[in-house]
């Protein structure tokens, strides 16, 4: 681990990581009494990756992610009631109710979302450095992205133009080892991922993603690098999910032994391990970071039920529409057809009973762990 910062610094960083961490329980308990809609992908696990690297990023520095960022939002300074305001579809939501999960947005903060498309980010955040070059300004972007990501067509032609065209840009890979249930071994060719970068001529660094000390370390250093020299870099963050791929994944790809090898470096805990032995914390302080995240939480859920939902005859504002067509489409994770989805009686039989099965299996699961005391 890192050099332990100042008192201050150590405060913040508990607090975040422990409000993610709330939040993120909070939501899947939310999603399984059907107040959270949608899909919804917890990050329980890879709070070092995400605070780490918010905590060294200017206020007019950028950050784009995938369908995976209720904690980078939060991490960023998004208000938990609006983040939860999001998955539950109300007005007072990030995006207006609109989004839902994977679409936290909050540009005033310079979150850019929040995308459901696998790689869709990275095009994106090439944009953005585009943008800060061609403006004269010197705010570093972020790109936070899955190891499955970095198979995509999408980052190979970024990272290249990035490259080539030297944009500002901090590539991160979050390898938390699965693309959905496939293992990196089945899915990259080359599994140390920080080695992609050698292809494109830019530095890449792999880094331990659990321990937020490093994370904030060298993704600092990749900033101010990046900031510099006006050349992007790539990172790979190693870490790990706690829970499955999205609410309803039944985890039939890991073995439970791997999930509590990988709890035993807790982030949460290890960092509050070093600061307790370094001295800088003390019990009451991580107590009341851990009360001050439960309260928070509470709150939100608070806020989120109460506010409106949105107006009926608001349905089809700011949205982008390529047709006349008047209805949406729905993609079951679970199952590779797209289902139409105007009305529910119309949906295959296969999507009702997948999304049954999975609905059935998160319920299990919530039962198995209350019963065997598993405070989550
Ligand atoms: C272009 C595209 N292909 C497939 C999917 C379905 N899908 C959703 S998440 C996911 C796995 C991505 O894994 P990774 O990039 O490692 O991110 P993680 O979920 O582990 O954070 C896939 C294949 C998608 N959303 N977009
Ligand atoms: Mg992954």
């Not at 936290?104 to 979150?111: G, L, V």
């Not at 991580?286 to 506010?307: P, W």
């Amino acid at each position: 681990m890192a050099r332990i910062p100042d008192r201050q610094i150590c405060l913040d960083l508990l607090g975040r990581m422990c409000l993610i961490r709330r939040f993120e329980e909070e939501a899947g308990r939310q999603y399984q009494r059907a107040k959270a809609g949608g899909f919804l992908h917890l990050a329980i696990g890879e709070e070092a990756t995400i605070v780490g690297t918010t905590s060294v990023m200017r206020d007019d520095d950028f950050l784009i992610g995938t369908y995976r960022t209720h904690g980078h939002a939060l991490a960023r300074g998004t208000p938990a009631d609006e983040v939860m305001a999001e998955l539950f579809g109300k007005e007072t939501g990030t995006s207006g109710g609109r989004g839902g999960s994977m679409h936290i947005f909050d540009a005033e903060r310079r979150f850019m979302g929040g995308y459901g498309i696998v790689g869709g980010n990275l095009p994106l955040a090439a944009g953005l450095g585009l943008a800060s070059q061609y403006k004269g300004e010197d705010s570093v972007t972020v790109c936070m992205f899955g190891d499955g990501a970095s198979n995509t067509g999408n980052f190979g032609e970024t990272m290249n133009l990035a490259a080539l065209w030297e944009l500002p840009v901090v590539f991160l890979v979050e390898n938390n080892l699965y693309g959905m249930g496939t293992a990196i071994e089945r899915h990259s060719a080359v599994t140390d991922l920080s080695r992609k970068a050698e292809g494109y001529g830019i530095e890449g660094e792999r880094i331990d993603g659990m321990d937020v000390l490093e994370v904030r370390e060298r993704v600092g250093a990749h900033l101010e690098e990046v900031r510099e020299k006006g050349r992007p870099s790539l990172v790979e963050a190693f870490t790990y999910r706690y829970r499955g791929h999205s609410a309803a994944d039944p985890e039939v790809y890991r073995d439970k032994s791997e999930v509590e090898e990988w709890q035993q470096k807790d982030p949460i805990e290890t960092f509050i391990k070093a600061c307790l032995d370094d001295g800088v914390l003390n019990d009451d302080d991580v107590e009341s970071a851990r009360r001050e995240a439960d309260e928070t939480v509470e709150a939100a859920v608070k806020f989120a039920d109460e506010s409106p939902e949105p107006a009926l005859e608001s349905l089809y504002e700011e949205l982008y529409v390529v047709s006349e067509t008047m209805g949406w489409y729905a993609v079951d994770e679970r199952s590779p057809e797209p289902h139409r989805g105007e009305l529910g009686e119309d949906a295959p039989d296969v999507a009702k009973n997948l999304a049954e099965s999975g609905a059935a299996h998160a319920a299990e699961e919530q039962e198995r762990q209350s019963r065997e005391g598993v405070r989550d």
